[in-house]
Nanobody, 115 residues
Framework: QVQLIESGGGLVPAGGSLRLSCAASGRTYAMGWFRQAPGKEREFVARIIIGDITNYADSVKGRFTISRDNAKTTAYLQMNSLKPEDTAVYYC????????????WGQGTQVTVSS
């Protein structure tokens, strides 16, 4: 069982930046974020997998950067040039390293971008 602890959300004006962190209690194959805005479905934002291969949603490419620390247990999402439409609850997730298909979720952190 892997636990994920998120931090770093908050309120920022449009054009500003925030960095989210997600600390895992164990080894993971991939880590990333989804987000959910009010009245909308949860959507993929970004992920980083073994080998530091990264994937991004088209809506955040060029603005968001995902990375991991050397121990591969903490992921970071650097969010620049934030827009009001980025406002959502951001959920960190992780794929279990040993059990394919087992996914863990963080508690979620609110990101609010004011116009």
């Amino acid at each position: 069982q892997v636990q994920l602890i998120e931090s770093g959300g908050g309120l920022v004006p449009a054009g500003g930046s925030l960095r989210l962190s997600c600390a895992a209690s164990g080894r993971t194959y991939a880590m990333g974020w989804f987000r959910q805005a009010p009245g909308k479905e949860r959507e993929f934002v970004a992920r980083i997998i073994i080998g530091d291969i990264t994937n991004y949603a088209d809506s955040v490419k060029g603005r968001f950067t995902i990375s991991r620390d050397n121990a591969k247990t903490t992921a970071y999402l650097q969010m620049n040039s934030l827009k009001p439409e980025d406002t959502a609850v951001y959920y960190c997730y992780a794929d279990d390293f040993a059990v394919p298909g087992r996914v863990y979720w963080g508690q979620g952190t609110q990101v609010t971008v004011s116009s």
